[in-house]
């Protein structure tokens, strides 16, 4: 993440920008030990030769990759 200097003096604006900015980049984290539900977001994965496949699950629990 990058952020702008701060100001050569306290600006209340500033600190509440600065807030936000770090609470959208703490949102969008992906953090340890704590469950991951994606909802129905895709998992793309990419190979070593670099095809791109996406991982998608049955309604019985089946996994299966198909070309992207």
């Given amino acids: 993440m990058n952020l ?3 100001p050569a003096e306290y600006s209340r604006e500033d600190q509440t920008n600065l807030r936000a900015a770090l609470a959208q980049a703490e949102r ?25 496949w996406i991982l998608t699950a049955a309604d ?7 070309a992207a």
């Fill in 28 to 52: 969008s984290n992906l953090k340890k030990n704590i469950d991951i539900e994606m909802g129905k977001a895709r998992i793309f994965l990419q190979s070593p030769s670099g095809a791109r």
């Fill in 4 to 6: 702008p200097s701060p």
């Fill in 60 to 66: 019985d629990g089946t996994l299966s990759l198909v």
